[in-house]
C-alpha cells in the first residue's frame, strides 16, 4: 500500500485538523465499572463488529489521509483474541508516529513487554481506587492486585510513558485522590482525572450527586502536593499540572467543568465499524458498510471519511440532570 505523506487533508468546518483516531476494537470487557457499563450487558454479536482485517485496513487509511495518532480501546481491548497482532501490524504503517493504547490493566502482566515491542508507545491505564473492596465495587468484577501487577508490569516494560487515568464519584472514591497521585508519584508515571461523562444509562448512582468536579480535586490535592500549570500542551482534553519535585504530570479532564472542544483533533470508530465525529454527540457514519460494500477498495473509504467530516460538531452538550441523550455507553464508543 502507498502512503501519501502530502498535507492532511481531514479538516471541519470549524478548520479543526482531525488526525488522531480511537478505535474501540471489542464492546466486551471483563470488567463492569458502574459508570460505563450496565451490570447485565448484551455485547455484540461477532458478526456485527469488525474483523481484526478490517481494523487494519480503516486504520491504514486514516494514515494515508494524514491521521498521525491512533489509540487501541475498547471495551477491554486485550480481551479480543488476536488484539496482540493487530497491533503489531499497526505498529508498522507508515505516517503513524504514535500507536497508544487504554487499557483497565487485567491482562498487562501478560502482554506488556510484546505490546512494547509492537511498537505501542504510551498506554493508559485506569484504575480508580487503591482500596480492594472499593475497586471491587467499582469494577463489579475486577482484582485490584492483578492490575497493579499489570501496571507494574508495564513500568518494567518501559514504555515512554504511562498514565493512570480515575474517574472520580463523589463518595465512591473521591477521597483517594491524594492517594492515587502518590502512587503515580512513586512510579514516576503520569495520573488524569476525570469527570464522568453521561453515556448510557446506570442505575447505580445518580450522576449529578456524584459529580465531583475538578476544581475541587484540584483543591483537595494543593495540600500534599505542589502543582505548577504545565506549559505542554497535547491537543487533548486534559489539562495538565506538574508535581513539582517528581516526575509526575496530573491532568483534569473536565467534560462538564472546562470544555475542550475547540481543540478537538479526533474522531473514533466504534467495534461495529460506525465513524464517530464526536464523543458526545451521535453524528456518524457507517463505515462497515462501506467496507463490505466495496472490499479492499481504498479510494472509496477515503472519500467516504473525507466526506464525513463536516458532520463533526463543534461541541459536546453533556446534562448531568436528565437522563442522557447518548444511549450508547462508553464500552462502545472506544473511551
Ligand atoms: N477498558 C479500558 C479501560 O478501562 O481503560 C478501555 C476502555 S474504557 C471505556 C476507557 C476509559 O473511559 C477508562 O479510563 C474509563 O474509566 C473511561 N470511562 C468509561 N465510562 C466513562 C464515563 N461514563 N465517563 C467518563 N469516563 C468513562
Ligand atoms: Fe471495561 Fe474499561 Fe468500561 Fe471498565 S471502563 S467496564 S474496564 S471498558
Known amino acids: 500500500m ?14 479543526r485538523t482531525v488526525d488522531y483516531l480511537r478505535i474501540s476494537i471489542t464492546d466486551r470487557c471483563d470488567f463492569r465499572c458502574v459508570y460505563c457499563m450496565a451490570e447485565d450487558m448484551t455485547f455484540l454479536p461477532r458478526e456485527q463488529i469488525l474483523s481484526l482485517e478490517e481494523i487494519y485496513w480503516v486504520a491504514a487509511v486514516f494514515a494515508q489521509l494524514g491521521v498521525k495518532k491512533i ?28 500507536l497508544v493504547m487504554t487499557t483497565n490493566g487485567s491482562q498487562l502482566e501478560v502482554y506488556a513487554s510484546a505490546l512494547k515491542a509492537a511498537g505501542v508507545k504510551r498506554l493508559n491505564i485506569s484504575l480508580d481506587t487503591l482500596d ?51 502512587f503515580a508519584v512513586d512510579l514516576g508515571i503520569d495520573i488524569s482525572f476525570i469527570e464522568e461523562m453521561p ?3 446506570v442505575l447505580q448512582h445518580n450522576r449529578a450527586e456524584a459529580f465531583y468536579p475538578s476544581a475541587m480535586i484540584k483543591a483537595d490535592l494543593r ?51 460506525r465513524l464517530l ?29 473525507i466526506e464525513a467530516m463536516p458532520l463533526k460538531p463543534e461541541r459536546h452538550e453533556f446534562t448531568l440532570h436528565e437522563q442522557p441523550i447518548i444511549l450508547r455507553y462508553m464500552n462502545m464508543t472506544g473511551g
Open 199 to 201: 453515556l448510557g444509562v
Open 132 to 182: 480492594a473492596d472499593k475497586f471491587k465495587a467499582i469494577t463489579r468484577t475486577g482484582n485490584l492486585k492483578q492490575v497493579i501487577r499489570g501496571i507494574q508490569a508495564a513500568k518494567s516494560a518501559g514504555f515512554q510513558r504511562i498514565k493512570i487515568n480515575a474517574v472520580i464519584l463523589k463518595d465512591r472514591n473521591h477521597l483517594e485522590v491524594i492517594e492515587l497521585v502518590r
Open 71 to 98: 489509540r487501541i480501546t475498547g471495551g477491554e481491548p486485550l480481551v479480543r483474541k488476536g488484539a496482540l497482532g493487530l497491533l503489531q501490524k499497526l505498529g508498522q504503517i507508515e505516517g503513524l508516529t504514535e
Open 277 to 305: 465525529l464526536c464523543l458526545g454527540n451521535e453524528h456518524s457514519v457507517d463505515l462497515k458498510q462501506v467496507l463490505r460494500a466495496h472490499p479492499g477498495d481504498a479510494e472509496t473509504l477515503k472519500q467516504v471519511i
Open 223 to 273: 495540600d500534599s502536593f505542589n502543582l505548577e500549570p504545565s506549559l505542554q500542551r497535547t491537543g487533548g482534553p486534559s489539562n495538565y499540572f506538574n508535581v513539582i519535585g517528581t516526575d509526575t504530570q496530573v491532568g483534569f479532564i473536565s467534560p462538564h467543568s472546562d470544555n475542550f472542544c475547540s481543540t478537538c483533533n479526533r474522531v473514533r470508530l466504534t467495534a461495529e465499524g
Open 2 to 15: 502507498s502512503h501519501s505523506k502530502a498535507a492532511p487533508v481531514l479538516i471541519d468546518r470549524f478548520g
